[in-house]
């Protein structure tokens, strides 16, 4: 019985062997067999580094307020004529609001000949609305202006996800100056600046970003250099317009971060006010998205199969056509001779 299952599943086998004496190996079908090898090879070598390596795709949708309702600016500015004591960093929005000591944390450095001589860091978790000028003294901002002392910030602030602007000047010392410096001086005040960096979003991702995607418009201000040349007792201003795009990255693993792309255009006007730095941004309502994967193993495997498949066809059907091109050339040979 066990015979006759047998016999019957034979007749199922659409790969029949042909017996070993009725083979023979011919020295086209060896070289063949090795270019093919080769080729397998080469192939499958391409193929597992398609496999290993990781693939990156974009696209584009309208932005759903992903990341909150807020976005962290990160800034380390260097102003090369302007003291500290007199530098304030100020945000306004399209909603009309006008806020001093904004939300987020910055480092003043006193700069002088090139050399950090003290910081101060301001911390501030609630941002309030402009009303009262700050003190100043008097005798150390004199004294500051004398030895050309300058200033950095360094740190982030939080504004608002609307357009607005935030700005680097004097004006919440307007009022105190004018009773120090005549009008002239104020307008002169040399705003002269270095941006060393300027980026959108959590720091930390935007660290994870640069190593791992390579990709996108993060940071365009860095090392940026402004110089002011005044003309005619007037002031200089400097305006940057930024259009600010949400951006999602999401890596292979998984892990999502939520970052703001950028790119930036800027001039210089004369002014007869206070100096000043005006950063002035735009949200678009599109976000960005960048995608990193792997192709699946299941695909590699496809991918193998077709590689072998194919290659041994075509190795086969060539084999095929020289033995039997060979074969024809032997017999016309041989007639010949016999005639």
Do not use: W
């Not at 003294?137 to 300058?150: L, N, P, S, T, Y």
């Not at 498949?309 to 074969?327: E, L, N, P, R, Y």
């Amino acid at each position: 019985m066990i015979g006759g299952v047998q016999s019957r599943l034979r007749k199922l086998d659409i790969y029949r062997k042909l017996p070993t004496d009725l083979t023979e190996p011919t020295t086209a079908g060896a070289l063949i067999s090795v270019i093919s090898t080769i080729v397998i090879v080469i192939l499958f070598i391409t193929e597992l580094q398609a496999y290993i390596e990781v693939d990156n795709s974009s696209e584009m949708f309208v932005d759903i307020n992903r990341g909150g309702e807020q976005i962290r600016v990160n800034l380390d500015i260097e102003f090369h004529k302007f003291p500290c004591d007199i530098l304030s960093l100020d945000v306004q929005d399209i909603m009309g609001s006008h806020v001093v000591n904004v939300e987020g944390r910055l480092i003043k450095k006193r700069i002088k000949n090139g050399k950090v001589i003290s910081e101060e860091v301001h911390s501030n978790h609630e941002g309030h609305e402009h009303h009262n000028q700050p003190s100043i003294d008097f005798v150390r901002i004199e004294q500051a202006f004398k030895e050309k002392e300058g200033c950095q910030i360094a740190g982030y602030i939080i504004v608002n996800k609307v357009p607005g602007n935030f700005h680097v000047s004097a004006h919440a010392f307007g009022g105190i100056l004018h009773q120090v410096f005549q009008r002239s001086q104020i307008s002169t005040l040399d705003l002269s600046h270095t941006i060393n960096h300027i980026s959108f979003g959590e720091e930390d991702d935007l660290i994870k970003i640069k190593k791992q995607f390579q990709k996108g418009v993060l940071n365009p201000l860095d090392n940026t250099k402004k110089i002011a040349q005044p003309q005619g007792g007037t002031g200089m201003m400097f305006q940057y317009y930024i259009s600010v795009v949400p951006t999602t990255y999401i890596d292979v693993s998984g892990n999502e971060y939520y970052v703001h792309q950028f790119t930036a255009n800027s001039n210089e006007v004369q002014t007869d006010h206070l100096p000043a730095v005006y950063f002035r941004y735009d949200l678009s309502p599109v976000t960005v998205k960048f995608l990193q994967y792997r192709e699946s193993f299941l695909h590699f495997l496809v991918q193998i199969c077709a590689i072998l498949g194919g290659v041994f066809t075509i190795a086969s059907i060539v084999d095929g056509m020289i033995h039997k091109s060979v074969v024809a050339l032997l017999k016309k040979y041989e007639m010949g001779k016999l005639s």
